[in-house]
């Protein structure tokens, strides 16, 4: 007389387990790391933007992103280009940006001539 199966071999299906585990972990960090990490200035007071805005972020080193996508300062004018000057804009700088780079970014939309330009903090 033959064994019947008297028990279940679990080992193939905690494999195929820790390879699924292992794919979500992959993918959920791509998710969450889509912009530029960025350390907001805190400030006293603040008031909140009723309207859709286009968000700029500005990294410690330097680096720009326009709604999520890396950039450089010469490919802001391709991004603004078709926009709507009345637009909000709302710039994420870091805290510790160099003055010098922020100055410059707010020189371009002023000499494009946007008008509503808001800086976010932190309160």
């Known amino acids: 007389m033959k ?6 071999n679990i080992i ?12 979500i972990l992959m993918t959920a960090s791509f998710i969450t790391t ?3 990490r960025v350390n907001l200035p805190e400030a006293q007071s ?6 859709q805005h286009i968000r700029l972020e ?18 802001l004018a391709i991004y603004l280009s078709g926009r709507n000057r009345e637009d909000d804009i709302l710039i994420s700088a870091d ?13 371009y939309l002023k000499k494009e001539n946007f008008s509503h330009i808001s800086v976010q903090t932190w309160k």
Request: proline share 3%; aromatic share 4%.
């Open 3 to 8: 064994d019947s199966f008297t028990e279940i």
């Open 12 to 23: 193939p299906l905690v494999d195929i387990m820790l390879v699924l585990i292992v794919i």
């Open 34 to 36: 889509k912009s530029l």
């Open 46 to 51: 603040s008031q909140a933007m009723p309207r």
């Open 58 to 75: 500005m990294a410690q080193d330097g680096s720009l992103a326009m709604e999520g996508k890396q950039i450089t300062l010469d490919e």
């Open 95 to 107: 805290q510790n940006v160099t003055l010098q780079r922020f100055i410059r970014v707010l020189d």
